[in-house]
C-alpha cells in the first residue's frame, strides 16, 4: 500500500515569508499525489496535483510542488505567506485498488499559522 | 457547475440510534468516496461506488453502509451509532482523475 508522510504538525510564518510544507510519498509505482486544503469546519479544496507530466506543478492561490523521485518527496511551497493561507494541509496519494477504483491515502496534515 | 453537496452539514445523534448522509456529486461524475475524518485517526477511507456498485471498501464495521442510486447520488448509513463515531465524513466525487469533496457532514454522538 502506498502512503505519505508530512513531517511537522504545525508550522508557523510571518506573512510574506516563504512556505514550505514537507511531503513525503511511499510508492512502488509511479504515484499520483495531491495536495489538499482545508479550512474550519469546510471539505477540503485541491490545490494542486502531480500526474507524472511535469515534475514542476502549478496550482491555485501561488502553490506549487516539485516532485523529486530521488528524494521521494512532493513539498509544498509559497514565495509569501498571505493571512488566509492560514489553514490545515493535506498531502495525499492515489491507491489503485484491484476492484479497479481508486482511494486517496492521506498524510496527517500540516497546521499552517500565518502571523504577522 | 455546481460543486458536491453534502445534507445535512451538521447532525446530532444519541448512541444506539442510526443515521443516514447523503452527497450528491458533480453532475457527470460517477465515482462516489466517503471518507471519515477525526482528530486521532485523521482522514480514513470508507468506501467507494461507482454505477451504483461498491468498488472498495475500507478497514470499517459493517456498522458502516452506503449504497448509490441511478442518478450517482450516494448515501451512507451508520447503524447502531456509538461515542467514537463522532466526526466528519466526507464524500468526494471523481470522473478520472482528482476527486472533489464537499463540505461534509459534522455528526456528533452524545
Known amino acids: 500500500a502506498q502512503s505519505v508522510t508530512q513531517l511537522g504538525s504545525h508550522v508557523s510564518v510571518s506573512e510574506g515569508a516563504l512556505v514550505l510544507l514537507r511531503c513525503n510519498y511511499s510508492?512502488?509505482?509511479?504515484?499520483?499525489l495531491f495536495w489538499y486544503v482545508q479550512y474550519p469546519n469546510q471539505g477540503l479544496q485541491l490545490l494542486l496535483k502531480y500526474t507524472s507530466a511535469a515534475t514542476l506543478v502549478k496550482g491555485i492561490n501561488g502553490f506549487e510542488a516539485e516532485f523529486k523521485k530521488s528524494e521521494t518527496s512532493f513539498h509544498l511551497t509559497k514565495p509569501s505567506a498571505h493571512m488566509s493561507d492560514a489553514a490545515e494541509y493535506f498531502c495525499a496519494v492515489s491507491d489503485l485498488l484491484t476492484g479497479g477504483g481508486n482511494k486517496l491515502t492521506f498524510g496527517t496534515g500540516t497546521q499552517l499559522k500565518v502571523e504577522l | 457547475k455546481a460543486g458536491v453537496t453534502q445534507t445535512p452539514r451538521y447532525l446530532i445523534k444519541t448512541r444506539g440510534q442510526q443515521v443516514t448522509l447523503s452527497c450528491s456529486p458533480i453532475?457527470?461524475?460517477?465515482?462516489v468516496s466517503w471518507y471519515q475524518q477525526t482528530p486521532g485517526q485523521g482522514l480514513q477511507f470508507l468506501f467507494e461506488?461507482?454505477?451504483?456498485?461498491?468498488?472498495n471498501k475500507g478497514n470499517f464495521p459493517g456498522r458502516f453502509s452506503g449504497r448509490q442510486f441511478s442518478n450517482s447520488r450516494s448515501e451512507m448509513n451508520v447503524s447502531t451509532l456509538e461515542l467514537g463515531d463522532s466526526a466528519l465524513y466526507l464524500c468526494a466525487s471523481r470522473l478520472t482523475g482528482e476527486a472533489f469533496f464537499g463540505q461534509g457532514t459534522r455528526l456528533t454522538v452524545v
Open positions: 461506488y461507482f454505477s451504483e456498485t461498491q468498488r
Open positions: 453532475s457527470g461524475h460517477r465515482s
Open positions: 510508492s512502488s509505482v509511479p504515484p499520483y
